[in-house]
Every structure is written in structure tokens, then in C-alpha cells.
């Protein structure tokens, strides 16, 4: 096999991973959205699924200009690791902050994956899929910064509920 169709192979690989991981955060989204008491974060999460299924079609267009499909093995996979974590986010406790701090970790699992399959694809000289990854990393890096915006609104809330928010002293 020559170098240059080994590459492709990996770019292949990696967009397919891509796509698996995206079909698994919308089962992430929806249980977050469904579980976060906080209004702003769970509409921040209603407009990033929004944006989870425009990534997903990007990615599909440059699978089939690759004359390639999905794994189906893949999606399914990653799809029930979304189950199993939907079933954990019913039963847990301090939801809006368990929630961003879980949505913090997938953003930043998928900003890293945009990363390399950006860098894979310019590597095979395919800038337009390069775009995409560039495009759909951008979108996820805009999520993590609401979330980051987000962090001290839903410690006190968290703190609040406990009752253990100390109430700021008046001059």
C-alpha cells in the first residue's frame, strides 16, 4: 500500500471516529438537556444540539466525497456509552454543575479530535475537510467557553441548595 493511500486510510479513520463521537454527544445532549435545572445552560444545550447535528452532516458530505459510509460499528458503540451516561445523569445529585462539568469534558474530547482530524486531513491534502474540522472545533470551543462563563452561576446554585452559600454582607 502506498503512503499516500495509508493516509488516506487514517483520515478515513478518523473522520468516521469523528462522526461516531458527535451521534454519541447528541445522547449526551438530550439527557443533559433533560436533567440541567439551570434555564441559560440547558438553552445553550438546545442550541449546541442544534449545532451537533449540522456537525454531523458536515462530516457525512466529506465521507461521501471519500466515497465513504459511517460505521455503523462505531456509532452503535459510542451511542450506548451515551445510553449508560444518560442513565447515570437521572440518579446523580447537583445536576447543573455534575452537568457542566461532564459537558466540559465532552466539549474538550471533541475539540481535540477536531484538532487532529484537522491536521490529518491538510497532511492528505484535503483542505475542505480540514474546513470542517476547523468549522465543527470552533462550534465546540464556543460551547466550552459558556460553560466556563457559567462555572461560579452554578457553584452557587449548587452552594445555594446546600445551604451553604454565605450571604454577602451589606456595607
Known amino acids: 500500500m502506498s503512503l499516500t493511500k495509508d493516509l488516506e486510510s487514517e483520515l478515513h479513520l478518523h473522520m468516521s471516529d469523528a462522526h461516531a463521537l458527535e451521534k454519541s454527544?447528541?445522547?449526551?445532549?438530550?439527557?443533559l438537556i433533560a436533567s440541567t435545572g439551570d434555564d441559560e445552560l440547558r438553552k445553550a444545550f438546545r442550541r449546541h444540539r442544534s449545532e451537533t447535528l449540522e456537525q454531523i452532516a458536515?462530516?457525512?458530505?466529506?465521507?461521501?466525497?471519500?466515497?465513504?459510509?459511517?460505521?455503523?460499528?462505531k456509532d452503535m458503540s459510542?451511542?450506548?456509552?451515551?445510553?449508560?451516561?444518560?442513565l447515570r445523569n437521572l440518579v446523580r445529585e447537583d445536576k447543573p454543575a455534575e452537568n457542566a462539568r461532564e459537558a466540559f469534558v465532552i466539549e474538550h474530547l471533541e475539540i481535540s479530535t477536531y484538532e487532529v482530524l484537522e491536521r490529518i486531513a491538510l497532511r492528505a491534502g484535503d483542505s475542505?475537510?480540514?474546513?470542517?474540522?476547523?468549522?465543527?472545533?470552533?462550534?465546540?470551543?464556543?460551547?466550552?467557553?459558556?460553560?466556563?462563563?457559567?462555572?461560579?452561576?452554578?457553584?452557587?446554585?449548587?452552594?445555594?441548595?446546600?445551604?451553604?452559600?454565605?450571604?454577602?454582607?451589606?456595607?
Open 128 to 171: 475542505d475537510t480540514a474546513q470542517v474540522a476547523l468549522q465543527n472545533r470552533s462550534e465546540e470551543e464556543a460551547m466550552a467557553r459558556i460553560i466556563v462563563a457559567s462555572w461560579d452561576r452554578l457553584v452557587d446554585q449548587l452552594l445555594a441548595e446546600k445551604g451553604l452559600l454565605r450571604q454577602s454582607i451589606g456595607p
Open 25 to 31: 454527544v447528541l445522547r449526551h445532549l438530550d439527557a
Open 78 to 86: 459510542r451511542q450506548f456509552g451515551g445510553f449508560l451516561s444518560s
Open 58 to 73: 458536515r462530516l457525512e458530505e466529506r465521507l461521501r466525497a471519500h466515497h465513504e459510509e459511517p460505521s455503523m460499528f
